[in-house]
T-cell receptor, first 115, second 112 residues
């Protein structure tokens, strides 16, 4: 099946721990994104990558890190510096280019809770 | 002022009615507009997009765009309880690749 796979679906983090959320896509998309969604809120961009070995900070990058070593993979690490990490994390991917209909598609999301 | 604004709702409509969801945006350079549906606890899924002024229809959904007034709307005809979800409006500038800016979403409740 083609798509975007996020894992794990549910994750619990202890105070002071780093955790890594996985995102893999087999859609041959160049661009990948990480968003955070808090309950009842919209999506906020954490990081994005338009090409392998390059990524850019989004609006709320502090306390997060990413890597893009392969086109298919864009893991997100939530570090201990992120003081309020409990949220729903969404990975997305899309084609680059200027086509008006070019948009992004989401994985199923990962729920992160601090315990 | 937020870049993309939506009334958070909830918008409540009876089954079979037309639901009208609105979105305004501040960047006049915006070129393409997208509507996503998000069920509670799930990820957003694309419903449709529009980039020309006027209406675009897809089944029970109609997107309307008015660039002069900087608003885009989504009409859902014959609303069903299964349409109950949060609807996210997203905007992009074509010269920014496919970077989208999302509104906060409108929660729609369709009552049987």
């Amino acid at each position: 099946d083609g798509g975007i796979t996020q894992s794990p679906k549910y994750l619990f983090r202890k105070e002071g721990q780093n955790v890594t959320l996985s995102c893999e896509q087999n859609l041959n998309h160049d661009a990948m994104y990480w968003y955070r969604q808090d309950p009842g809120q919209g999506l906020r961009l954490i990081y994005y990558s338009q090409i392998v070995n390059d990524f850019q900070k989004g609006d709320i990058a502090e306390g997060y890190s990413v890597s893009r070593e392969k086109k298919e993979s864009f893991p997100l690490t939530v570090t201990s510096a992120q003081k309020n990490p409990t949220a729903f994390y969404l990975c997305a991917s899309g084609r680059t280019g200027r086509g008006p209909g070019n948009t992004i598609y989401f994985g199923e999301g990962s729920w992160l809770t601090v315990v | 002022q937020k870049e993309v604004e939506q009334n958070s709702g909830p918008l409540s409509v009876p089954e079979g009615a037309i639901a009208s969801l609105n979105c305004t945006y501040s960047d006049r350079g915006s070129q393409s507009f997208f509507w996503y549906r998000q069920y509670s606890g799930k990820s957003p899924e694309l419903i449709m997009f529009i980039y020309s002024n006027g209406d675009k229809e897809d089944g029970r959904f109609t997107a309307q765009l008015n660039k002069a007034s900087q608003y885009v709307s989504l009409l859902i005809r014959d609303s069903q309880p299964s349409d109950s979800a949060t609807y996210l409006c997203a905007v992009k500038r074509d010269n920014a690749g496919n970077m989208l800016t999302f509104g906060g979403g409108t929660r729609l409740m369709v009552k049987p």
